[in-house]
């Protein structure tokens, strides 16, 4: 709690964890605040563009929300496909309309959504459609789902083998030392984007994209944990001496209690520093391997494959509302690492720069 | 003569957009000096000047023109080396290039050859160069082995007799069609490449890599290769000793440089046109817009080819076989829907391919449902193809014993409906229509596991391991040559992927239209006019409708930009925009 109230004394930190507790907020309640589901398209609207939002009718009066719906016309002898608004026909936007039905976090069968049009057949693209007719602004919630989690998943594989072979390490240290650090060195001189390349060619196909992406982030994390070991290990080495472990030693704890117990958690404020900080680094790697078509695949949706469909030429120019998974990306991104900088400053101020006296 | 194309094409290869193009007369032989040219009858141009154009990928893997087994090596190859025939551009017919005439009497093609024409180091070409091309190279199957193989019949190949310095016979031990086209296999220098077939197939394959110093490549095509800059460009230039002349008598070609521009993907094309470092850009879906925006106050012109050769299709695997272990290729449960005609038939009335065409190509294609492509003159007109309608899908998912109890398919033994969808990933029109196919087929209860897989896994799939359900792949065509689909279609063809066979296979378990298939294909070989052959492909490819082992989908509109400064453009539906580059001038 400590930690959370000097957060909040920081500026930019605060603002990092409030758009990060928002975000989470977000994704946790997709399924309600989305007004399409996932798979939902529309094929007459590829690529329709974002519906516009009206507070002010024709006539200069203020008037409920409404929007038109769009429809599509191809002109021959351009090749070219418009989208016009449909004037005739107003659709007004309300709270909790019905729609598409799905279980309200994952447990009550609801069709309510946050928002949509009040009657049946409005459209309502916030942020426009993707090529198959896909609203974007929801299926962006639900790729923040797996965007946003990816990182916390290597995390469970890099943190514990590396708190540990650090640990063993660096208090063991001689032989064995020098024998588990050149094998982590080892481990790290793999190179992991040839790895991918030949992962993504051998990789059984009958599991699901998720499956397969966690599979990825997974083998990513176990040459990951290195780095992290050796600078755990540079840690014990000075923790070791301290006159609590001798102590802890003459009592004769067991070694594995005095790494476990004792050692170990010294060096939580470096720990917690450097989840945060790499949660970022799988986010953007999620969205470099869906780039690259090695990660979350079709029709599923994530960060990085949306973004995908907008490195095409004429997207970038005419569709610049499938750049929104960018920007999101970046804001994540850019959150994380405010709120890791922040958490470094409170948990570890000798290495704060400026400030200090000397 | 006889011809294997029509006396006059049908009207779609007079595409309405290339209709006002003024085409020259073909090409005439006139002897200057008792050297037979080749004149061309196109305006009289400019010299000077160069053309960039662009091509996506690696560049050349080689400058063999025997050897070349990929698009860009092979257009590059061509360019340094002329067959002794080739295909008029617009007619489709096969006309004398390198040779001077050519004569057929029943089973003998004689073919006579240009006096006083040389390679690009000086050397007169005589019969004896064709003599060593076929018998040293081709009929030995050194480099690349298709072209013997689409002469073999009956496993044996024509017989070739030297008659004086410049002419030859070849003789084929029975009619066959598709012979004559053979003969536009690229002619080589004996005093330059026989020192390397001497020595055996390996070293000749790995002669003429494109680390060879431009200088010592002898050639005879219309340009020579000046410069190549591995992964930037490769640069060609004109051959002095080229046989074709203008009106005037001038040497071709006009152009002093051609210029290949390697880039990595078609986003890098576009943005290499917009700062105009290249001069053609071929356009593809949403581009097209744009370009056509644009183009009244812009310095290039777009044409409209026509429907692309090449054919996109989701394909269905048959194959009941077992692999070495006795496991089944494909779960058997499955294989009794796929080997079902009208859970074939349920699948193609269910595809939506207006929107697919519409969304996915931008509207710049046209739906497919023919194992030809739509610029083949082989297309059989008579199949109009359908619209979708899942009503009739349903229907004929009822009629095979399928029972859909709460939206959700089953098969008459209550097992559900659920296979594999896979398509090469990164190929954002593909997996764009593995979305939609996957939607149209839930949409009927069944359950699609959609799977974009990288490009080389699923080749490896489709051709060795077979454990696959359904795939979205594409395949090139040819809009003159219907037996070039032999691979495709004879059951036991490499390339037969819906029901592929072992090579040392010898179990005749062909369906009974796979069999009518294969008689097609060798009987269609046989007949030598186009009047008789039309017939038979046409057969084939509604036995390819009725049975639907390969659904096919859609065939995108060839959309060409050029610069308006390059003159004597005359694109045509058969051959494309810039075939003629010894023609092309700058302005």
Known sequence: MEIIKKIFQDKFAKAAFIILLVLYVIILFADFIAPYSNTYSNRDMSYAPPSKIYTIDENGNYSRPYTYNYIREYEPALMQTVFKQDRSHKYYLRLLPKGEGYKFLGLIPTHRHLFGTAEKGGQLYLLGTDINGRDVFSRLLFGGRISMTVGFLSLLVVFPIGLLYGGISGYFGGIVDTLMMRFAEAIMAIPSFYLLIILAAILPSGMTSVQRFALIVVILALIGWAGFARVVRGMVLSIKKEDFVQAEKTIGASNLRIILKHILPQTTSYVIIAMTLSVPSYILAESGLSFLGLGIQQPDASWGNMLKEAQEFTNILYRPWLLTPGLLIFIAVLSFNLLGDAIRDILDPKSRAGKGIR | ?587
Not at chain 2, 249 to 273: A, H, Q, R, S, W
Request: glycine share 6%; charged share 25%.
């Open chain 2, 1 to 587: 003569m006889r011809a294997d194309v029509p006396e006059k094409l049908p009207d779609k290869f007079v595409n309405q957009e290339l209709k006002n193009i003024d085409y020259p007369d073909d090409e005439k032989n006139v002897t200057i000096n008792g050297v037979d040219y080749l004149q061309s009858q196109a305006p009289v141009g400019k010299f000077g000047g160069e053309l960039v154009i662009s091509t996506i990928g690696e560049g050349p893997k080689t400058f063999n023109p025997c050897n070349t087994k990929d698009a860009t090596s092979s257009s590059m190859a061509g360019l340094m080396y002329d067959g002794l025939l080739t295909t008029n551009p617009r007619s489709g017919k096969v006309v004398p290039l390198l040779a001077k005439s050519f004569e057929i009497d029943e089973n003998d093609y004689t073919i006579h050859l240009r006096h006083g024409v040389k390679w690009s180091d000086g050397k007169p070409i005589t019969a004896d160069d064709v003599m060593y091309t076929f018998e040293e190279i081709v009929f030995k199957g050194f480099g690349n082995p298709s072209t013997m193989d689409a002469m073999m019949m009956d496993g044996k190949l024509p017989e070739l007799v030297k008659i004086d310095d410049y002419t030859v016979k070849f003789t084929t031990p029975r009619p066959f069609a598709p012979f004559l086209r053979q003969l536009t296999y690229p002619i080589v220098p004996k005093h330059y490449f026989k020192p390397y077939s001497d020595k055996g197939e390996s070293v000749f394959n790995a002669f003429l890599s494109p680390d060879t110093p431009p200088k010592t490549i002898v050639s005879n095509g219309a340009f020579r290769l000046k410069e190549y800059v591995a992964a930037q460009r490769v640069v060609f230039e004109r051959n002095p000793n080229y046989y074709k002349i203008n009106l005037k008598g001038e040497k071709l070609p006009y152009l002093n440089k051609l210029v290949y521009m390697i880039v990595g993907d078609t986003n890098n094309e576009i943005l290499k046109f917009e700062a105009k470092e290249v001069d053609v850009l071929s356009l593809r879906g949403s581009n097209v817009a744009r370009y056509k925006l644009k183009e009244p106050d812009s310095d290039y012109t777009i044409y409209n080819l026509g429907p692309d050769t090449g054919t996109l299709f989701l394909i269905i695997n048959l194959n009941n076989r077992k692999d070495r272990n006795g496991k089944p290729y494909v779960n058997p449960t499955k294989h009794s829907w796929f080997a079902n005609r009208d859970f074939r038939a349920a699948i193609d009335w269910a595809l939506d391919r207006k929107n697919m065409v519409q969304n996915i190509a931008s509207g710049v294609a046209e739906p497919l449902f023919t194992a030809e492509s739509l610029n083949s003159i082989y297309l059989n007109n008579y199949i109009k193809g359908h619209p979708c309608d899942p009503n009739v899908s349903r229907e004929s998912l009822t009629k095979a014993g399928f029972v859909n109890k709460d939206g959700i398919l089953y098969d008459n033994d209550g097992n559900r409906v659920e296979f594999d969808l896979y398509t090469n990933a990164g190929n954002l029109e593909r997996e764009a229509l593995g979305v939609m196919i996957k939607q149209d087929l839930e949409d009927l209860g069944m359950k699609v596991n959609f799977k974009p897989v990288e490009f080389n896994s699923l080749v490896n799939k489709l051709t060795n391991t077979h454990d696959w359900d359904m795939a979205i792949m594409g395949l090139t065509g040819s809009p003159l040559e219907p037996h070039d689909g032999k691979n495709v279609w004879t059951s036991k063809g490499s390339l037969h992927l819906f029901n592929m066979r072992p090579s040392d296979y010898k179990v005749d378990d062909r369906l009974d239209w796979e069999k009518e298939i294969d008689d097609i294909f060798r009987e269609g070989a046989l007949k030598l006019s186009f009047e008789e052959r039309k017939p038979l492909y046409d057969r084939y490819q509604t036995i390819i409708y009725n049975q639907k082992p390969i659904i096919y989908l859609y065939s995108p509109t060839r959309i060409t930009a050029i610069r308006k400064k390059f003159k004597n453009i005359f694109p045509t539906p058969l051959s494309g925009l810039i075939y003629n580059l010894d023609e092309i001038y700058v302005e």
